[in-house]
Antibody, heavy 124, light 111 residues
């Protein structure tokens, strides 16, 4: 069965960095576009970043552009999110999510599987 | 402010039907048949309930249905059950700079 397991969250001071990981299993990881979506406490969902199945293209929300970097290692079935220059407003649960279906990466039709999320708290 | 507009809350009694609306523009909901709906219980990850406006993934109850008219999509839950109490989010593909937009979420209370 498809599993996505995030890790790497924690408490970090403003301006510092953190790297999140998402370990995938139960499917051919290298065939799917992958995303990070976040949810601030008590708030709604916010799309953060996308990486194509082969890592050739990456896209970011304006709110994180220039500070966050999405990457993947298809040999390790793992998705990453490097977060630099963190701000208080980055405090959220970060979910990795699989884009379905795999046949057309250019149109985001839906997220068919989500991880359980990892909490990032930016506070001094 | 979210790109898609949903009511903050809806409620219904067990056995009743409720509908949650999701209003966007011709650049998202109205322009593409790529609206999806997610159920989220407290402290849990979102779960896909409807995709491509009206399709149900395998394993999702047929009590859940989706539709669209113009720039507004809707999620209908029939035969409400206590376990349906959750937050519901709509999402749509968009022609803007981001690949998708979300609604602000609707809290469903089963009375």
């Amino acid at each position: 069965q498809v599993q996505l397991v995030e890790s790497g969250g924690g408490v970090v001071q403003p301006g510092r960095s953190l790297r999140l990981s998402c370990a995938a299993s139960g499917f051919t990881f290298s065939s799917y576009g992958m995303h990070w979506v976040r949810q601030a406490p008590g708030k709604g969902l916010e799309w953060v970043a996308l990486i194509w199945y082969d890592g050739s293209n990456k896209y970011y929300a304006d709110s994180v552009k220039g500070r966050f970097t999405i990457s993947r290692d298809n040999s390790k079935n793992t998705l990453y999110l490097q977060m630099n220059s963190l701000r208080a407003e980055d405090t959220a649960v970060y979910y990795c999510a699989r884009q379905g279906p795999p046949d057309d990466i250019t149109i985001l039709r839906y997220f068919d599987y989500w991880g359980q999320g990892t909490l990032v708290t930016v506070s001094s | 402010q979210s790109a898609l507009t949903q009511p903050a809350s809806v409620s219904g009694s067990p056995g009743q039907s409720i509908t949650i609306s999701c209003t966007g523009t011709s650049s998202d909901v109205g322009g593409y048949n790529y609206v999806s709906w997610y159920q989220q219980h407290p402290g849990k990850a979102p779960k896909l309930m409807i995709y491509d406006v009206s399709n149900r993934p395998s394993g999702v109850s047929n009590r859940f249905s989706g539709s669209k008219s113009g720039n507004t999509a809707s999620l209908t839950i029939s035969g409400l059950q206590a376990e349906d109490e959750a937050d519901y989010y709509c999402s749509s593909y968009t022609s803007s700079s981001t690949p998708c937009v979300f609604g602000g979420g609707t809290k469903l209370t089963v009375l």
